[in-house]
């Protein structure tokens, strides 16, 4: 009498799933098959959720691409896209997965991602930054910190991974940011990254985001508008701990820092901010 899953011994068990993970990742890789089947292959393997299911998602989203960068990118790009035929959206909905998964083992998978070089993963890597915001772990906001610090990373690249840090919201993404807003190095290099980190932090909005601000604004060695850019997004914070940050601000800067808090006071508008 045949036994059911639930009475297969566990050994036994792992290298049925073992088999049933090599043959769903058989699938959403065999052309020959319709998408609707590709992708209900995918949304398996994703419900699996073991280590062996997390490698066949990582496969899939690498399967015939060229890991190179391209001197010219618009070099056959499109007969290679039309040669790829669904395989680029199967690759996504695999990121996807992985973002769903959030294991540790998952977030290496789309930190590799994110890392890789190659024009067929763009889409892929664009997604992949979003699923490491969905995970929100430290090691997930560690691999966003990485994309920003690459030398070999574009600045479009850099920027968006400091924008999704400000989406993730985390206590370890304060501390990225923070990173990248007191490097003078982000400033000579890239002074649009520079902003874009304020203003993720501003995004974020919590009391740690605002004491990162604060020390902006205070810290003499940053360039006149750097500071006055943290000023802005106390500003925009609008919180109880933006307008003592604020306040405090008033009381140790001079000239146009001063002034520049003492309206974004008024442009808070709420009695204590008023009343400062």
């Keep these: 009498e045949k036994l059911t899953a639930a009475e297969v011994p ?5 290298i049925a799933r073992k088999e049933d993970v090599t ?5 959403c890789l065999n052309k020959e098959y319709e998408w609707e089947d590709r992708n209900k292959a995918v949304d398996a393997l994703g419900a699996i959720r ?7 998602l990582k496969e899939v989203v690498f399967s015939e691409v060229d890991v190179r960068i391209l001197q010219d990118p618009f070099v056959e790009v499109g ?5 790829d035929g669904h395989t680029g959206a199967i690759r996504e909905v695999a990121v996807r997965k992985l973002g769903e998964i959030g294991t540790s083992e998952a977030v290496r998978a789309l930190k590799e991602v994110v890392l890789t070089y190659s024009y067929k993963l763009v889409a892929a890597r664009i997604d992949a930054v979003d699923a490491l915001v969905t995970i929100r772990t430290s090691e997930a906001v560690d691999a966003l910190k990485e994309v920003v610090s690459s030398e070999r990373e574009s600045s479009t690249w850099r920027r968006l991974a400091a924008y999704s840090l400000g989406k993730s919201g985390t206590s370890a993404a304060v501390l990225a940011l923070k990173e990248v807003v007191s490097k003078s ?8 990254l520079g902003q874009i980190a304020v203003a993720a932090l501003a995004a974020i909005r919590t009391s740690e985001a605002v004491q990162a601000l604060k020390e902006v604004v205070l810290r003499v060695t940053d360039s006149l508008a750097t500071r006055r850019d943290a000023v802005a997004a106390l500003a925009a914070i ?10 405090e601000v008033t009381l ?4 146009r820092l001063r002034i520049d808090s003492v309206i974004a006071l008024v442009t808070i508008g709420t009695s204590e901010a008023v009343q400062a």
């Design 238 to 247: 609008r919180t109880s701990e933006a307008v003592q940050a604020l306040k």
């Design 50 to 56: 073991t280590s062996e299911a997390v490698v066949a």
């Design 79 to 83: 007969e290679e896209l039309d040669r």
């Design 252 to 255: 140790q800067v001079t000239n």
């Design 10 to 14: 566990i050994d036994e068990r792992s």
């Design 23 to 27: 043959q769903l990742k058989q699938d």
């Design 185 to 192: 190095s982000t400033w000579r290099r890239d002074k649009t």
